[in-house]
């Protein structure tokens, strides 16, 4: 009880509702067992199926793939390696690509608001209850000076989980704007990678095989990932040794 002080103002419910609103549609997603959908073995099990789908829908088709991705990714549940392959192979690498990563950029959005909403004011809150509110302030002043590189570096090559990351960049302050852009520059050449991937995955499910996903840690794919994530950074490090002001 010591942090919180009798009479101080407390947060309305109504901030917990978008994150609370996310838990609940997360629980939900397991307690269906919506997951065991998201597998390389349902993909190609189900392949004809949403083939036909396409075909019948036409352009609404990747529209729906599109909200489908955002949900997912909002929810933050794994598979999106999957859900992005399956773009390539139902709509082609440059199609399925950008579809995804709109999908996916849209989700993130989604999960930055609702956690900038409803644990924004706590976390500063908490901060100022146990008089460190002015270290809290130069962390956040400290992250939005070099929130672009950040972020996009972290978007490039996924250190941390994609949930992890759009939480801390609510915590901390960032820019929506700011946000929505790094996203999605950041995650475009990965999902442009698994797009292409799901493009050539016909032939692998006609042989009843799988993909090689170890095939995304071979160099020529990782080493470029990693050459533009420390490019982001280098204007960190140069203000921080003082050769830029």
């Known amino acids: 009880m010591g942090d919180f002080a009798e009479g101080a103002p407390r947060i309305p419910v109504r901030r ?32 004809a199926a949403l083939e036909y789908q ?8 990747v529209v729906s793939y599109v909200v489908l991705y955002a949900v997912l990714a909002a929810l933050s549940v794994p598979g999106a390696a999957i859900l992005t392959m399956a773009g390539g192979l139902l709509f082609g690498t440059v ?23 409803s644990l924004g004011a706590l976390l500063e809150r908490r901060a100022q209850r146990r008089g460190s509110a002015d270290r809290f302030k130069r962390l956040e002043a400290g992250f939005r000076a070099h929130e672009a590189s950040y972020l996009l570096a972290l978007r490039l090559v996924p250190l941390f989980p994609f949930w992890l ?22 995650m475009a050449p990965g999902a442009f990678v698994y797009a292409g991937i799901g493009a050539g995955l016909g032939a692998v499910i006609a042989r009843g095989g799988e993909p090689d996903l170890a095939a995304l840690l071979a160099p020529r794919i990782l080493l470029p990932l990693l050459g533009l994530a420390a490019l982001t950074l280098l204007p960190v490090l140069a203000r921080r040794r003082g050769l830029v002001p």
């Open 165 to 186: 990351v759009n939480l801390v960049a609510a915590l901390l302050g960032m820019r929506l704007r700011t946000f929505v852009l790094c996203s999605l520059v950041g």
């Open 16 to 47: 917990w509702l978008p994150l609370a609103a996310l838990a609940a549609a997360v629980v939900l997603f397991f307690a269906l067992g919506l997951e065991h959908y998201l597998t390389f073995a349902r993909l190609a099990e189900n392949r």
């Open 54 to 61: 396409v075909a019948r829908l036409g352009p609404a088709a």
């Open 95 to 117: 199609v399925g690509g950008t579809a995804a990563l709109v999908g996916a950029t849209v989700g993130a959005t989604v999960l930055f608001t609702a956690a900038r909403t």
